[in-house]
Structure formats: C-alpha cells, structure tokens
C-alpha cells in the first residue's frame, strides 16, 4: 500500500486506470469505514482498478465552536487498517495541498440548511465542495459512502447526477456496535456513561418505525414522543424528522417509504441517526 500526500503524485499513481473505487474519509477509522473499503473490493468488473481511501480533516465543513481542532488524527492507525483491508492507495493530503489558495468557488447543494444543515450552516458546503475536489484529484469509477449520513450520502448522490460525473455511487449500510450505537469517529468522546446512555437513541428510532410502519401513530406524534424520551435522560434534540426517502423533504400523506433522521447532543457529543421505514396506508380508527 503506498501513502501518497501530493496531488500530483497521486495523479501519476492513478494514470490509466478507468475502474478506480474511492472512499473519502476523515481518518480516525473504524469497522465501518473498512466496511466501505470491503464494499468497493467486491465492486466493479473482475480486473477491478485500485481503491484508494482518502483522510483529511476537512476545515471547510466545520463551524465556529465545532471539533475540528480537537478531531482525532491517526494516521498511523488508520494506515495500518487500510493495509490489512487490502486498500492500495491512501492519500493524505495536508490543507495547503488541497487549498493552495483561498476556496473562493464553492458547491451549493441543496438541502444544504435542511436537518444538520439548520444546525451546521456552512457544513454541507464545505462536505460538498471538498468531495468535489477530491473527485477531480481521484478521478474515481466507483465512491463509496456510510447511510450513517444520509443527509450527506443524499446530497452528493445529486451532486453526482446533476453535475453528470462519471461515478457510481456506492452505499454501505450503517456499521453498529453490539448494542446498537451507530459507529462513528465521535463516539470517542462519550464518557463510560454517556456510551452507556447512547444506544437509547436508535432504540427510539426502531421502535417509532415499527409504529410508522402500523400506520396508526400520527407522525408528529411520533417525533414528539422520541424526542420527549430523550430530553427526560438527559439528551439536548437537534431534531427528530419523519422525511421522503426520494426528496429528504417532509412526506405527502400518500408517500409510503420514509426515513426517519435524528440529530441530538448527549454531553458534548452531537450524535446523528437514521432508519428507513414503509408506512403502511393510515387505518381508520
């Protein structure tokens, strides 16, 4: 496996090759990153090109007051797992090679001050832009992203299609611990009992999807309740959001497959969440 910090280098690395498959990251990896690198080893054609994994901590997608200062940097680590995953390519850029000069071109997504967005102005930009970037600089067959983000998988899915890139997107399914908690970088900064606490969060969501799927439950009821049993443990909601799996706006009463996304603080540890449901059509009482 070779670590690659230039872009030029990284160029001269990836010549000819027309069935790359990329998964970008921000380091600090866990099983579920590698789980992406696994997905796009199974991807493409038999004579499959390298994967290549990107990690840089991007400041474009971090606010004021955010972790960006104090996110984890393991390069070291992450390198070690990328190479036992059988990655063949890491590029690891530092900031002055992606952004030799100011960023004065950006990506407006849409969506982009929906869910996180209301709660992260700026972020989506920023994701979108330096996914963008890194696209151009890998110029990948195949991509890889968690369903952990789906705000963020959906976003550059359109990115994709409206801006027709030659990119087949693909979507790993969302890595869990034993008890449930989605994998994530920032679950490093729970305390015992804040780890302990955290798997209430997808517990809630199960249970408001099996009621979704009943059809019995209003959903605004729905919302409240989860949101309602968090504050009384403890947990500061962002959100909890019933939306279209096909718009990631809120659903018509005759939309059937929802996902319902939550966003909510434990401690100092903002945790993100979803799952995919069918509504069934409403029963009349």
């Not at 399914?173 to 034993?178: I, N």
Request: aromatic content about 6%.
């Amino acid at each position: 496996m070779r670590l690659i910090h230039r872009v030029a280098d990284l160029r001269a690395a990836l010549a000819g090759q027309h069935h790359t498959a990329f998964v970008p990251t921000m380091g600090n990896l866990h099983s579920g990153h590698i789980s992406l690198i696994e997905l796009a080893r199974r991807t493409g054609p038999p004579t499959a090109g390298p994967i290549v994994a990107s990690i840089f901590v991007n400041p474009l997608q971090f606010g004021a007051g955010e972790d960006f200062n104090r996110y984890p940097r393991t390069l070291d680590a992450d390198c070690a797992q990328l190479a036992a995953a059988g990655c063949d390519i890491v590029f690891a850029p530092d900031a002055a090679e992606m952004y030799p000069e100011p960023q004065t071109f950006s990506v407006q997504p849409p969506l982009a001050d929906e869910l996180c967005g209301q709660f992260r102005p700026g972020h989506f930009q920023g994701v979108a832009t330096v996914v963008l970037k890194l696209f151009n600089m890998v110029q990948p067959r195949y991509a890889a992203f968690g369903k952990k983000d789906y705000q963020q998988l959906f976003i550059l899915k359109a990115m994709v299609r409206q801006l027709n890139l030659p990119i087949v997107m693909l979507e790993g399914e969302t890595g869990r611990a034993e008890d449930g908690l989605a994998l994530s970088s920032r679950n490093g900064y729970l305390s015992a009992e804040e780890r302990a606490e955290a798997p209430r969060l997808y517990r809630l969501l199960r249970v408001a999807a099996q009621q979704v799927a009943s059809g019995v439950i209003d959903l605004a009821d729905i919302e409240a309740g989860v949101a309602d049993e968090l504050t009384r443990h403890g947990w500061r909601v962002d959100y909890i959001a019933p939306r279209s799996r096909s718009t990631l706006l809120a659903p018509t009463p005759e939309e059937r497959d929802l996902v319902l996304l939550a966003a909510a603080h434990l401690g100092r540890t903002r945790l993100i969440d979803n799952i995919e449901c069918r509504r069934q059509a409403l029963k009349v009482p």
